[in-house]
């Protein structure tokens, strides 16, 4: 009984966050056409609402992720889809780039990713929790492709403003499914932010970082890379895209079972790694076949998609309840200046060094990256990140 409501909590949270993925990247393909038609607006001030999202995001995750330490993860989570759901309204009634602008805040003051991990840690047993972050990452990929898709036929078939209302019907879906979830009582232990107890877990916030990095950069470079190289035009690369995400999520639920079996986690998280690293080595060798094109990012994102479930899933154990929600706050906070940085790395080395550049560079990223791991070890066990002797397990 205890397993089978687990899994009923684990979908619905999954659906909740799949459904806020579906609202946010279904516009990415009609962002810019639709905002610059609005009043006032310029390609400066178009990037300004594009990018201010990101950056709110990554300054409310951990603010609220310590609130939910001390109110519960409920509230604090129904406050973020809240605000999400009216950011969304907004971005439809908009007439005017300022209006954007501040619906685009709104929605990222919707950060709610750390408080969704510290309540997925909450609801699931340390056995089966690499398993049930793997569905959520799955369910949230999944609904990244159908993002992708679903917004181009949209805008096609009922214009643009049609594709911003799936925003606002996955938030109103976010919302409703939240009753369903159940409450979480406050930590009479909630703990005050500690710069020494962040900075103990420096190793994972490091790593995350690295990881969303080098994701943002090689995005950056797919659609030209796809399109002057394999000749494939923008609405012909979607295919290519889907297939290679679902080949990358074929390995994800038999590592996340050996991880959370294994006697050595530390070693399965430095092959997750290794994998990343290969896959961004064998595509700098810009291969003439899209077949082994596929191969070579399928290995990178198979390696990407293990460490997006087994990361956190590591960091859960060495977290106490006390301060859970502020940690998985500073967790996500670090994802999103991952892909923050991505995106100013990828461009720069396009600059100099083009396209191909972006893969050399993130090869030595993840090799540092990989060096570094080691002393991961010496956090895994300690509750609250203090140092202790390593665990037996690694």
Same mark, same amino acid.
């Given at each position: 009984?205890?397993?089978?409501?687990?899994?009923?909590?684990?979908?619905?949270?999954?659906?909740?966050?799949?459904?806020?993925?579906?609202?946010?990247?279904?516009?990415?393909?009609?962002?810019?056409?639709?905002?610059?038609?609005?009043?006032?607006?310029? $390609?400066?001030? @178009?990037?300004?609402?594009?990018?201010?999202?990101?950056?709110?995001?990554?300054?409310?995750?951990?603010?609220?992720?310590?609130?939910?330490?001390?109110?519960?993860?409920? $509230?604090?989570?129904?406050? +973020?889809?809240?605000?999400?759901?009216?950011?969304?309204?907004?971005?439809?009634?908009?007439?005017?780039?300022? @209006?954007?602008?501040?619906?685009?805040?709104?929605?990222? !003051?919707?950060?709610?990713?750390?408080?969704?991990?510290?309540?997925?840690?909450?609801? @699931?047993?340390?056995?089966?929790?690499?398993?049930?972050?793997?569905?959520?990452?799955?369910?949230?990929?999944?609904?990244?492709?159908?993002?992708?898709?679903?917004?181009?036929?949209?805008?096609?078939?009922?214009?643009?403003?049609?594709?911003?209302?799936?925003?606002?019907?996955?938030?109103?879906?976010?919302?409703?499914?939240?009753?369903?979830?159940?409450? @979480?009582?406050?930590?009479?232990?909630?703990?005050?932010?500690?710069?020494?107890?962040?900075?103990?877990?420096?190793?994972?916030?490091?790593?995350?970082?690295?990881?969303? !990095?080098?994701?943002?950069?090689?995005?950056?470079?797919?659609?030209?890379?796809?399109?002057?190289?394999?000749?494939?035009?923008?609405?012909?690369?979607?295919?290519?895209?889907?297939?290679?995400?679902?080949?990358?999520?074929?390995?994800?639920?038999?590592?996340?079972?050996?991880?959370?079996?294994?006697?050595?986690?530390?070693?399965?998280?430095?092959?997750?790694?290794?994998?990343? !690293?290969?896959?961004?080595?064998?595509?700098?060798?810009?291969?003439?076949?899209?077949?082994?094109?596929?191969?070579?990012?399928?290995?990178?994102?198979? +390696?990407?998609?293990?460490?997006?479930?087994?990361?956190?899933? !590591?960091?859960?154990?060495?977290?106490?309840?006390?301060?859970?929600?502020?940690?998985?706050?500073?967790?996500?906070?670090?994802?999103?200046?991952?892909?923050?940085?991505?995106?100013?790395?990828?461009?720069?080395?396009?600059?100099?060094?083009?396209?191909?550049?972006?893969?050399?560079?993130?090869?030595?990223?993840?090799?540092?990256?990989?060096?570094?791991?080691?002393?991961?070890?010496?956090?895994?066990?300690?509750?609250?990140?203090?140092?202790?002797?390593?665990?037996?397990?690694?």
């Amino acid at each position: 009984m205890e397993r089978r409501l687990e899994f009923r909590w684990v979908g619905l949270l999954s659906i909740i966050l799949a459904s806020r993925v579906l609202g946010l990247f279904a516009v990415f393909a009609v962002f810019t056409p639709y905002v610059l038609r609005l009043e006032d607006a310029t $390609p400066w001030l @178009t990037g300004i609402a594009f990018g201010v999202y990101g950056l709110v995001q990554a300054v409310c995750h951990m603010p609220l992720g310590m609130l939910s330490d001390r109110w519960g993860r409920k $509230p604090v989570m129904g406050f +973020g889809l809240l605000c999400f759901l009216v950011g969304s309204v907004l971005t439809v009634m908009s007439h005017h780039i300022a @209006t954007m602008m501040v619906a685009r805040v709104l929605q990222g !003051m919707g950060a709610i990713g750390g408080v969704a991990m510290a309540w997925l840690v909450d609801i @699931t047993q340390s056995t089966s929790r690499t398993k049930a972050m793997a569905v959520v990452g799955a369910a949230m990929g999944a609904s990244f492709l159908l993002a992708i898709c679903l917004g181009s036929w949209l805008a096609g078939m009922f214009g643009l403003r049609a594709v911003f209302m799936v925003a606002v019907v996955a938030s109103a879906l976010g919302l409703l499914l939240l009753l369903y979830l159940p409450a @979480t009582q406050h930590s009479m232990a909630a703990q005050p932010f500690s710069i020494r107890s962040w900075w103990s877990y420096r190793i994972y916030y490091f790593g995350v970082m690295v990881q969303h !990095m080098v994701l943002a950069a090689n995005f950056m470079v797919l659609p030209i890379q796809l399109q002057t190289h394999y000749l494939l035009a923008i609405e012909q690369q979607w295919r290519y895209l889907c297939t290679v995400f679902l080949i990358s999520f074929l390995p994800l639920m038999v590592w996340s079972r050996w991880l959370d079996r294994s006697q050595h986690p530390i070693r399965l998280i430095r092959y997750a790694i290794l994998s990343m !690293m290969l896959g961004q080595w064998l595509l700098t060798w810009s291969v003439e076949s899209v077949s082994l094109w596929l191969g070579f990012m399928g290995l990178f994102l198979s +390696g990407f998609n293990c460490l997006e479930a087994g990361l956190p899933a !590591m960091l859960s154990r060495s977290v106490t309840i006390g301060h859970r929600g502020q940690v998985m706050g500073g967790y996500s906070t670090c994802q999103f200046l991952g892909i923050f940085f991505g995106g100013l790395f990828a461009g720069w080395v396009i600059e100099y060094w083009g396209a191909i550049g972006v893969y050399y560079m993130s090869t030595i990223i993840l090799a540092i990256w990989c060096i570094t791991w080691r002393t991961a070890d010496i956090l895994e066990c300690s509750p609250g990140g203090k140092k202790q002797p390593r665990c037996a397990s690694a």
